[in-house]
């Protein structure tokens, strides 16, 4: 692969750390929070909307798997377009955007007086999900990419927290008394939404006044500058190892997900947990999240990126290697099974872990193979669209297979887990990346983004981008 463009990489950073914080981080923070604190009390709220919530019991279950995925496949089907609206116009302008809509969506979701608004606020809220590429893109552009993994560890970092907080959160929420305003409802259900409303309307509020547009994205030159919008589109897609990448993180969700919906049915029959342990056991899998991104950012001072994602990559399957050995060799009959609750944490340890790895060097490892700033945009949100199918996929895939067996489930991830192994390793070459410059780490926060140097390009010898209403 040809060295990177010192001129493309190299980027000043326009933010302090606390402004980086209270605008990027804090946006990734509620996208992470929002299906925390939404999830635990969504079946319950559809029930309350229900005229006939004993008869329609099993469709009340549909509708909430439909409202789940719904969510997911919203975001899906909008990334593309969110893609390209980065590429093209100013962050700020996509952002508010984003805000306001994920705004709107919570608190559609709270007023609502019939299943279908709670369906279209989620739905809202998925595309509103696409901040998330945002942030992604902020970084690559006022970074060099020897910093960059960096940066995209302290955006994992705010999404894990906000994860780890939001069924915290519900807890004291789920203690609300019912009161009515005419046909509104303020609820222990609803709730959720006007909260995550009010956090939206804050974070508008720090895009508004506190944002800093990064450096323009530089104009495509040359053969670049002809190419049509199907053309650039299938640019994205022309590198072998950005496909590979792209298949990658589906991977990640596909089996994140899966494991999720596998916890609580399986908790339930080994180990007869409630509601309340099953939120223990998932806070304590996101500590385990935590710690592992902590232990990432240290060693993406030492490692390459694809070195990080082949040691995330084995840590998947580690654990569904000892899952299948645990399984087999439980005492119990083929056809229920049964492994100690030690046994149980240590596999979804490895898992959760394996994500802390994955999504911290996907994203910056897919925008430097891809190597073409006019597409940074559209790159990330084809990674959201991966991760989005994932979401969607790896449910149904769980949900179809437990029935039959639990071994099928592992079984399944394996395969897949096989067939990327393969790939990753005829690719490996290929994501090789030369970093020509070494990041330069300040404590001080007046050096910039998160500690990052920032001395002009022309101190360090690197010609300036100038968008285009600046040219001579």
Same mark, same amino acid.
Request: charged residues 15%.
């Given at each position: 692969?040809?060295t ?13 750390t ?12 509620l996208?992470?929070?929002?299906y925390g ?5 969504m079946l319950a ?6 005229s006939d919530?004993e ?6 279950s549909?509708?909430?798997g439909?409202?789940?995925s719904?969510f ?10 969110f ?10 302008? +996509?952002?508010?955007?984003l805000?306001f809509?994920?705004?709107g ?7 609502? +007086? ?7 606020g ?12 945002g942030?992604?893109?902020?970084v ?6 020897s ?24 807890f004291p ?5 019912d ?9 222990a ?11 939206f ?5 720090t ?5 800093e ?13 002809n190419?049509t919008?199907?053309?650039?589109w ?7 190892s950005?496909?590979v990448?792209?298949i990658?993180?589906f ?14 049915p399986?908790?339930?029959?080994w180990y ?14 996101? +500590? ?10 240290f060693?993406?001072?030492?490692f390459q ?21 645990f ?8 056809t ?21 790895f994955y999504?911290?060097?996907?994203g ?5 193979l ?7 945009g559209?790159?990330?949100s ?5 991760s ?9 895939i ?7 067996g639990?071994l099928?489930?592992?079984?399944v991830v ?6 990327v192994?393969f790939?990753?390793l ?5 994501m090789?990346?030369?970093e ?7 404590a ?5 983004l ?19 209403d600046?040219?001579?």
């Amino acid at each position: 692969m040809k060295t990177s463009n010192p001129a493309q990489n190299e980027r000043r950073g326009r933010m302090s750390t606390w402004k980086f914080v209270v605008t990027i981080c804090f946006s990734v923070f509620l996208q992470g929070i929002d299906y925390g604190i939404v999830m635990p009390s969504m079946l319950a709220y559809m029930t309350s909307k229900d005229s006939d919530p004993e008869e329609n019991k099993d469709w009340l279950s549909l509708f909430f798997g439909i409202t789940l995925s719904a969510f997911s496949l919203a975001s899906l089907v909008t990334a593309p377009i969110f893609g390209m609206w980065y590429d093209r116009r100013p962050m700020k302008e +996509v952002a508010l955007f984003l805000s306001f809509l994920a705004l709107g969506g919570s608190m559609m979701y709270a007023l609502a +007086v019939a299943n279908w608004m709670i369906l279209v606020g989620r739905i809202i809220c998925g595309m509103a999900y696409n901040i998330f590429t945002g942030a992604n893109v902020y970084v690559i552009r006022t970074t060099s990419i020897s910093e960059r993994s960096g940066l995209f560890t302290k955006i994992t970092m705010a999404f894990a927290i906000g994860t780890a907080l939001g069924p915290a959160i519900n807890f004291p929420l789920s203690k609300i008394g019912d009161y009515y305003f005419g046909p509104f409802e303020f609820s222990a259900n609803s709730s959720p939404g006007f909260l995550m409303a009010a956090l939206f309307f804050l974070n508008a509020l720090t895009f508004m006044f506190l944002f800093e547009e990064p450096i323009f994205v530089p104009e495509a030159e040359g053969e670049k500058a002809n190419r049509t919008c199907l053309q650039e589109w299938l640019a994205i897609f022309s590198k072998f190892s950005c496909v590979v990448l792209i298949i990658t993180q589906f991977l990640v969700i596909f089996t994140q997900s899966t494991v999720e919906v596998l916890v609580t049915p399986q908790t339930h029959q080994w180990y007869d947990f409630d509601p309340f342990q099953n939120s223990l056991l998932f806070t304590g899998m996101t +500590v385990v999240v935590v710690l592992a991104i902590v232990a990432v950012g240290f060693m993406v001072k030492w490692f390459q990126d694809r070195s990080l994602l082949m040691m995330g990559h084995t840590l998947v399957g580690a654990g569904t290697v000892v899952f299948v050995i645990f399984l087999v060799l439980s005492p119990e009959n083929r056809t229920t099974f049964f492994i100690p609750i030690w046994q149980f944490c240590f596999v979804c340890a490895l898992y959760v872990a394996a994500i802390a790895f994955y999504q911290t060097v996907l994203g910056s490892l897919f925008s430097k193979l891809l190597d073409d700033p006019p597409l940074e945009g559209r790159g990330q949100s084809v990674m959201g669209s991966a991760s989005a199918a994932g979401a969607i996929v790896g449910p149904i895939i769980s949900t179809i297979l437990l029935p039959h067996g639990i071994l099928y489930v592992p079984a399944v991830v394996g395969v897949m887990w096989g067939f990327v192994l393969f790939l990753l390793l005829i690719s490996w070459h290929k994501m090789y990346v030369h970093e020509p410059i070494v990041a330069e780490v300040e404590a001080d926060e007046t050096k910039g983004l998160i500690g990052i140097n920032t001395e002009t390009q022309e101190e360090r010898g690197f010609p300036t981008y100038t968008a285009p209403d600046q040219k001579a």
